[in-house]
């Protein structure tokens, strides 16, 4: 995964089997919700919180919050679902990998999918667009904004600095940036193009190659919408 990781949220039936082979975890069959509440009560509430579970974590990110955008939007549950089960499998530091497997996993996938979004949260929840939201930077901001929105952006990535599925996009304009190559890149306007447009050219370090991409194909965005993103990005102070 890597910035813009909220195309995740946009992963189907389609998009996951033509994955297959290229590290996804397959698809996430409808697990027991009510086991898999058991389960992410036991394994998963020490680090993220979560209002239906109770459980008040801040480690992780707060799934209320994380998965407030794809909610609102009306997402499929089957999607979510397996955006949860993929984050079991491929999980970055500190969260370990295949913290559970199998059908405990589509269990716990299942039941987050079936909750998420519903409590209130205290993180990482999609902001509404107004002027203060757009943090200025004139029109193409203005439409990055609204893009932010419209493809899923605010499920992973916070304005806030708090930590998210994905990078916070607040002060991410000019940081350098760990690649998973050993290297380090520099936030400016062509590297974040470059990862809107070809998600799979410069790989950030702790995320897995190839989800992002099996949802947004490279080059899927239209160069314009992409560039109204980076406006938008580089508001974030």
């Not at 996009?169 to 290297?183: D, T």
Request: proline share 4%; hydrophobic share 40%; charged share 15%.
């Amino acid at each position: 995964m890597r910035l813009l990781a909220a195309g995740l949220l946009f992963l189907g039936v389609a998009a996951l089997s033509a994955s297959c082979g290229t590290g996804q975890t397959g698809i996430a069959k409808q697990g027991d919700i009510s086991q898999g509440k058991q389960l992410f009560v036991s394994k998963c509430g020490s680090c993220h919180r979560l209002a239906d579970a109770g459980t008040p974590g801040t480690i992780g990110p707060d799934l209320d919050g994380a998965l407030a955008g794809a909610r609102a939007q009306h997402f499929r549950l089957s999607t979510i679902r397996q955006v949860v089960y993929d984050q079991i499998y491929h999980a970055a530091d500190p969260m370990p990998r295949k913290l559970v497997t199998g059908a405990d996993a589509e269990a716990v996938a299942s039941y987050v999918a079936s909750v998420a979004g519903t409590g209130a949260a205290r993180q990482g929840a999609a902001p509404t667009i107004t002027g203060a939201a757009t943090g200025g930077g004139g029109a193409p901001a203005a439409t990055g904004a609204k893009l932010y929105q419209s493809l899923g952006c605010s499920a992973c990535h916070s304005l806030t600095g708090a930590k998210g599925t994905g990078p916070t996009f607040k002060g991410l304009y000019g940081s350098q940036v760990q690649l998973s190559n050993g290297q380090t890149a520099t936030a400016d306007d062509a590297y974040l193009l470059e990862s809107i447009l070809d998600p799979n050219k410069q790989i950030v370090k702790g995320f897995a190659k190839g989800i992002m991409s099996a949802a947004i194909a490279p080059g899927s965005v239209p160069e314009a919408r992409a560039k109204a993103l980076v406006a938008f990005i580089k508001s974030k102070k």
